[in-house]
C-alpha cells in the first residue's frame, strides 16, 4: 500500500503530447496536451498508511527520526507534523517519531499544536558539563600516548574545555586540529601552547559554515565595537545575560585590548541591531525580560573560537553567576581548576 501512495509516478504530472495525420508529414499538424495531475497526499493519508503497516508486520515497532525540526520555518509545515502525531496516535500505530531540534519546550520544536502534546515526551539534551569534557580531551590524549598531567597539555586541556562552553562539537573540533598540529610537529613529543594556538585558528577557519554565518554576518566590515559585544555576549556559562552584564563583560575586554568602551547607550543601540535579519540575527531576546541570548546556542562556542583566536580568554563563570563546578579527574588522582579557587591558569603570555 505505502509504494502504491507513494509511488514516484503518481507523484509527477504527467503530460503527453501527440501529433495527428498529414500533419505530422507536413508539420503543420495540431497537438494535443494530456495532463494527469498528482495526487494531493494529506495528513490523515499518511498517517493511514504509516498505520496501516501494522497489518503487514504487527510485531514490528518502527522508529523514525526527524532530525533538525528548528530548521523548518514554515510554522504550516511544522503544524502538519504535530498533526500527524496526534492522528497516529489515534489510531495506536505502532511507531515512534522522534523529532530533535534546538528550543526550550515542544512548541518551539513542532509550534502550539497542544493537542499532540499529549502524544509525546520531552526529552531535554543539556550542555556536558565541564568534567565531561576534559574527558573526552584526556580519552583523546590518551589514545595518542600523550599524558595530560604534564604542562603545558594540562593547561591546553582546560582552555579547550573552556572554549567549548558546553558543547562537545568543539572539544572534537578542537581535539582533532590540535592533534593534527602535533603529528605534523615532527620532533614533538608533547603539546605546546603553539600547537594550541594553531588548532584554535585552524578550527575557526573549518567549523560548520552554518555556524560561522551569524557571526561573520554581524562582524565582518562592520564597526569593530560588534564583534566586542558578540564576544561580551559569549563571555559567561549562562546561556542568557542582561545588557548590564554583556556591557560589563564588553567593559572589561576593551580594557584587555586597550581601546576605548563605547557609552552604555549606545551599546544598548547596537544590541538591538544584532537582533536583525542584516546582523545574522546573532542575537534575540531572552525567555526573560531584558535578557539576550544567541539566536542558535551553538554559535556562541564559535564565539569563544573567534575571541581566542585573537588572544582574549573569555570565562565561563561569573562572579554573579552561577557555573558548573570546575574539576578535572582521571584515575584515582584529582586536580582542582585554580579558578574554582579564585586564581587564574595560564595563559599564552605566561
Same mark, same amino acid.
Given at each position: 500500500?505505502?509504494?502504491?501512495?507513494?509511488?514516484?509516478?503518481?507523484?509527477?504530472?504527467?503530460?503527453?503530447?501527440?501529433?495527428?495525420?498529414?500533419?505530422?508529414?507536413?508539420?503543420?499538424?495540431?497537438?494535443?496536451?494530456?495532463?494527469?495531475?498528482?495526487?494531493?497526499?494529506?495528513?490523515?493519508?499518511?498517517?493511514?498508511?504509516?498505520?496501516?503497516?501494522?497489518?503487514?508486520?504487527?510485531?514490528?515497532?518502527?522508529? &523514525?527520526?526527524?532530525?533538525?525540526?528548528? *530548521?523548518?520555518?514554515?510554522? %504550516? =509545515?511544522?503544524?502538519? +507534523?504535530?498533526?500527524? !502525531?496526534? @492522528?497516529?496516535?489515534?489510531?495506536?500505530?505502532?511507531?515512534?517519531?522522534?523529532?530533535?531540534?534546538?528550543?526550550?519546550?515542544?512548541?518551539?520544536?513542532?509550534?502550539?499544536?497542544?493537542?499532540?502534546?499529549?502524544?509525546?515526551?520531552?526529552?531535554?539534551?543539556?550542555?556536558?558539563?565541564?568534567?565531561?569534557?576534559?574527558?573526552?580531551?584526556?580519552?583523546?590524549?590518551?589514545?595518542?600516548?600523550?599524558?595530560?598531567? &604534564?604542562?603545558?597539555?594540562?593547561?591546553? *586541556?582546560?582552555?579547550?574545555? %573552556? =572554549?567549548?562552553?558546553? +558543547?562537545?562539537?568543539? !572539544?572534537? @573540533?578542537?581535539?582533532?586540529?590540535?592533534?593534527?598540529?602535533?603529528?605534523?610537529?615532527?620532533?614533538?613529543?608533547?603539546?605546546?601552547?603553539?600547537?594550541?594556538?594553531?588548532?584554535?585558528?585552524?578550527?575557526?577557519?573549518?567549523?560548520?559554515?552554518?555556524?560561522?554565518?551569524?557571526?561573520?554576518?554581524?562582524?565582518?566590515?562592520?564597526?569593530?565595537?560588534?564583534?566586542?559585544?558578540?564576544?561580551?555576549?559569549?563571555?559567561?556559562?549562562?546561556?542568557?545575560?542582561?545588557?548590564?552584564?554583556?556591557?560589563?563583560?564588553?567593559?572589561?575586554?576593551?580594557?584587555?585590548?586597550?581601546?576605548?568602551?563605547?557609552?552604555?547607550?549606545?551599546?544598548?543601540?547596537?544590541?538591538?541591531?544584532?537582533?536583525?535579519?542584516?546582523?545574522?540575527?546573532?542575537?534575540?531576546?531572552?525567555?526573560?525580560?531584558?535578557?539576550?541570548?544567541?539566536?542558535?546556542?551553538?554559535?556562541?562556542?564559535?564565539?569563544?573560537?573567534?575571541?581566542?583566536?585573537?588572544?582574549?580568554?573569555?570565562?565561563?563563570?561569573?562572579?554573579?553567576?552561577?557555573?558548573?563546578?570546575?574539576?578535572?579527574?582521571?584515575?584515582?588522582?584529582?586536580?582542582?581548576?585554580?579558578?574554582?579557587?579564585?586564581?587564574?591558569?595560564?595563559?599564552?603570555?605566561?
Amino acid at each position: 500500500m505505502v509504494i502504491e501512495v507513494f509511488d514516484e509516478r503518481r507523484l509527477k504530472t504527467i503530460q503527453k503530447s501527440s501529433t495527428w495525420g498529414f500533419g505530422q508529414w507536413l508539420s503543420l499538424g495540431a497537438t494535443t496536451i494530456e495532463t494527469s495531475v498528482a495526487p494531493r497526499i494529506t495528513v490523515a493519508l499518511a498517517a493511514d498508511t504509516l498505520a496501516s503497516l501494522d497489518a503487514d508486520r504487527s510485531d514490528y515497532f518502527r522508529v &523514525v527520526v526527524i532530525d533538525e525540526m528548528d *530548521r523548518i520555518t514554515d510554522q %504550516s =509545515i511544522r503544524g502538519q +507534523f504535530a498533526e500527524l !502525531v496526534k @492522528l497516529l496516535g489515534d489510531r495506536g500505530a505502532r511507531i515512534t517519531i522522534i523529532f530533535t531540534g534546538v528550543g526550550s519546550d515542544l512548541e518551539q520544536i513542532l509550534g502550539s499544536h497542544a493537542s499532540s502534546f499529549r502524544q509525546l515526551a520531552q526529552i531535554p539534551l543539556e550542555r556536558i558539563d565541564y568534567q565531561s569534557a576534559l574527558d573526552i580531551i584526556d580519552d583523546a590524549l590518551a589514545k595518542f600516548g600523550l599524558s595530560w598531567e &604534564v604542562e603545558p597539555t594540562r593547561t591546553a *586541556r582546560f582552555r579547550i574545555a %573552556s =572554549i567549548a562552553n558546553g +558543547f562537545p562539537y568543539y !572539544v572534537h @573540533l578542537l581535539m582533532e586540529k590540535l592533534l593534527y598540529k602535533v603529528y605534523g610537529d615532527k620532533g614533538a613529543t608533547q603539546i605546546t601552547l603553539e600547537h594550541l594556538s594553531g588548532a584554535i585558528a585552524a578550527a575557526v577557519t573549518d567549523a560548520q559554515e552554518e555556524i560561522r554565518k551569524p557571526y561573520d554576518k554581524a562582524t565582518r566590515g562592520r564597526a569593530p565595537h560588534y564583534k566586542l559585544l558578540a564576544w561580551a555576549a559569549a563571555d559567561s556559562w549562562q546561556l542568557e545575560r542582561t545588557a548590564a552584564q554583556i556591557y560589563t563583560s564588553y567593559t572589561t575586554i576593551c580594557e584587555d585590548l586597550s581601546v576605548s568602551a563605547l557609552p552604555k547607550d549606545k551599546i544598548l543601540q547596537a544590541l538591538a541591531t544584532l537582533k536583525k535579519p542584516s546582523h545574522g540575527p546573532l542575537l534575540r531576546a531572552g525567555y526573560r525580560k531584558g535578557q539576550y541570548q544567541f539566536t542558535e546556542n551553538i554559535v556562541r562556542g564559535y564565539v569563544r573560537l573567534c575571541a581566542a583566536a585573537e588572544g582574549i580568554e573569555l570565562r565561563d563563570i561569573h562572579p554573579d553567576e552561577n557555573g558548573p563546578r570546575i574539576t578535572a579527574q582521571v584515575r584515582e588522582k584529582r586536580y582542582h581548576d585554580p579558578r574554582k579557587y579564585g586564581g587564574a591558569p595560564r595563559t599564552f603570555g605566561d
